[in-house]
């Protein structure tokens, strides 16, 4: 039994539909797990916000919108004109709720965290609804199940936390059951409920968490997630067009890409399946035959880089001169000012921390208050070098690949996968390019 999760660009129109639905009828029965349509959950949260703020008729013309295009999808999708009908009925009945709901928010005047996500589920609800009548009216067996039966979270809205055991306990009485040969079960991303039966969503990356989730709770044989790209590339493909998807990466390896600027999974999202042992592949909904990169506890390959990807925006803060106790006292400020350090040394004559450029550059003069003279700010930008079994062989290879390109600081050591250079941001690019040469 596999699980496989759909993004929104997988169910935004309806030949993507059509494309999800091809691959799934080549399972012999699965779970699926599916995102709101593309583009759908941020309106919902704007409809919401705006009937708080009393912006009633904006509010409404948004769910208008959002009505329209799931109908739409309706009338492509359903051929047979008796379940075109009757899709297009239910598909209004769930739009008059959120109306519904949208009005009472705006009669309260306040648009609370419990609010936020009851709207934001919406999206999931259509979009699952739309493509089970879809697949039912192709005559395949399939279910459409509510994930807040067995999602059960806690009342922290927007960002609610798992009960795994009362999810496992749940889909062994609710979801096992119905998994019988060829039977296909169709469920909601993102999405959950609290003891009180009150939705909750999972925030970021909620849809690939659920996933993870659900195949944890089911020891899964496998976890497929579709995206629009086959894969995790060994760079941006903007940047290096010749990358190439990566076949095997470790947890690890992919925490440490998605830390330093790559746009993947988020890594945490897929930690449930990776802890119990179940593969988690990324693949491509529009290319499904592509082999796509599958993320394993401890990957096995040939030892070496086999990713870049650049940490932009960044701005590295430097003090010389101190000692022990001043250098431990400094990197403290820092670390009180945002828990997002990229990068921190501490040595004889100097120390540094990188960090995201501060929106507001008050924040940094506030920053470099009180702390010593000889303290410096410049703009920089990480390359990050991923991979397994680095020695000191592939940091010297590594080393000599960026010496052409003025870095600051090169940092070896302070993780099992990943080496970093610090760059000018004016010749990020041309390192990236030329360390992406290296891997084998």
């Given at each position: 039994?596999?699980?496989?999760?759909?993004?929104?660009?997988?169910?935004?129109?309806?030949?993507?539909?059509?494309?999800?639905?091809?691959?799934?009828?080549?399972?012999?029965?699965?779970?699926?797990?599916?995102?709101?349509?593309?583009?759908?959950?941020?309106?919902?949260?704007?409809?919401?916000?705006?009937?708080?703020?009393?912006?009633?008729?904006?509010?409404?013309?948004?769910?208008?919108?959002?009505?329209?295009?799931?109908?739409?999808l309706?009338?492509?999708?359903?051929?047979d004109?008796?379940s075109?009908?009757?899709?297009?009925?239910?598909?209004k009945?769930?739009?008059?709720?959120?109306?519904?709901?949208?009005?009472?928010?705006?009669?309260?005047?306040?648009?609370?965290?419990?609010?936020?996500?009851?709207a934001?589920?919406?999206?999931?609800?259509?979009?699952?609804?739309?493509?089970?009548?879809?697949?039912?009216s192709?005559?395949m067996?399939?279910?459409?199940?509510?994930?807040?039966?067995?999602?059960?979270?806690?009342?922290?809205?927007?960002?609610?936390?798992?009960?795994?055991n009362?999810?496992?306990?749940?889909?062994?009485e609710?979801?096992?059951?119905?998994?019988?040969?060829?039977?296909?079960?169709?469920?909601?991303?993102?999405?959950?409920?609290d003891?009180?039966?009150?939705?909750?969503t999972?925030?970021?990356?909620?849809?690939?968490?659920?996933?993870?989730?659900?195949?944890?709770?089911?020891?899964?044989?496998?976890?497929?997630?579709?995206?629009?790209?086959?894969?995790?590339a060994?760079?941006?493909?903007?940047?290096?067009?010749?990358?190439?998807?990566?076949?095997?990466?470790?947890?690890?390896?992919?925490?440490?890409?998605?830390?330093?600027?790559?746009?993947?999974?988020?890594?945490?999202?897929?930690?449930?399946?990776?802890?119990?042992?179940?593969?988690?592949?990324?693949?491509?909904?529009?290319?499904?035959?592509?082999?796509?990169?599958?993320?394993?506890?401890?990957?096995?390959?040939e030892?070496?880089?086999?990713a870049?990807?650049l940490?932009?925006?960044?701005?590295?803060?430097?003090?010389?001169?101190?000692?022990?106790?001043?250098?431990?006292?400094?990197?403290?400020?820092?670390?009180?000012?945002?828990?997002?350090v990229?990068?921190?040394?501490?040595?004889?004559?100097?120390?540094?921390?990188?960090?995201?450029?501060?929106?507001?550059?008050?924040a940094?003069?506030?920053?470099?208050?009180?702390?010593?003279?000889?303290?410096?700010?410049?703009?920089v930008?990480?390359?990050?070098?991923?991979?397994?079994?680095?020695?000191?062989?592939?940091?010297?290879?590594?080393?000599?690949?960026?010496?052409?390109?003025?870095?600051?600081?090169?940092?070896?050591?302070?993780?099992?996968?990943?080496?970093?250079?610090?760059?000018?941001?004016?010749?990020?690019?041309?390192?990236?390019?030329?360390?992406?040469?290296?891997?084998?």
């Amino acid at each position: 039994m596999n699980v496989l999760k759909f993004g929104g660009t997988s169910v935004a129109t309806a030949s993507a539909m059509g494309q999800v639905k091809d691959i799934i009828e080549k399972t012999n029965g699965s779970v699926v797990v599916l995102s709101a349509c593309g583009g759908v959950t941020n309106r919902l949260l704007e409809a919401v916000r705006l009937a708080g703020n009393g912006q009633v008729s904006e509010s409404a013309h948004i769910i208008q919108e959002i009505e329209l295009r799931h109908l739409d999808l309706c009338r492509d999708l359903i051929l047979d004109g008796e379940s075109r009908w009757d899709a297009i009925s239910k598909i209004k009945t769930v739009c008059v709720e959120l109306r519904v709901f949208c009005e009472g928010v705006a009669l309260l005047g306040e648009c609370t965290p419990r609010s936020i996500d009851t709207a934001g589920s919406f999206g999931e609800r259509l979009s699952t609804l739309i493509f089970w009548l879809y697949c039912r009216s192709e005559g395949m067996n399939t279910i459409l199940f509510d994930a807040r039966e067995i999602m059960r979270t806690d009342s922290n809205f927007t960002s609610a936390k798992i009960n795994f055991n009362e999810l496992q306990r749940l889909t062994t009485e609710k979801l096992i059951p119905l998994l019988t040969d060829n039977t296909t079960v169709i469920t909601q991303g993102f999405i959950g409920a609290d003891s009180r039966g009150i939705t909750t969503t999972l925030g970021r990356g909620g849809s690939d968490l659920s996933a993870a989730l659900i195949g944890a709770a089911l020891s899964a044989h496998e976890i497929l997630i579709y995206t629009d790209v086959s894969g995790i590339a060994s760079a941006d493909p903007r940047i290096i067009p010749s990358a190439k998807p990566i076949p095997e990466m470790s947890f690890a390896e992919a925490r440490e890409l998605s830390f330093y600027g790559a746009k993947v999974l988020h890594p945490e999202t897929i930690l449930p399946a990776v802890e119990r042992g179940i593969p988690v592949r990324v693949l491509n909904t529009f290319a499904p035959d592509e082999a796509g990169t599958v993320i394993v506890s401890e990957a096995t390959r040939e030892h070496g880089i086999c990713a870049v990807t650049l940490k932009r925006n960044c701005v590295c803060v430097t003090s010389h001169g101190l000692t022990f106790a001043d250098a431990v006292a400094f990197l403290g400020r820092i670390a009180n000012y945002t828990s997002e350090v990229y990068s921190a040394v501490i040595g004889e004559s100097k120390c540094f921390a990188v960090i995201d450029t501060p929106k507001d550059t008050t924040a940094l003069e506030n920053l470099t208050n009180g702390a010593p003279s000889n303290t410096s700010i410049q703009e920089v930008t990480l390359l990050c070098g991923v991979g397994i079994g680095l020695n000191g062989h592939i940091a010297t290879k590594f080393s000599e690949s960026v010496s052409n390109f003025s870095p600051f600081a090169i940092l070896y050591g302070a993780s099992d996968v990943g080496i970093i250079a610090l760059l000018p941001p004016q010749s990020a690019d041309d390192a990236l390019r030329a360390v992406h040469q290296i891997i084998e």
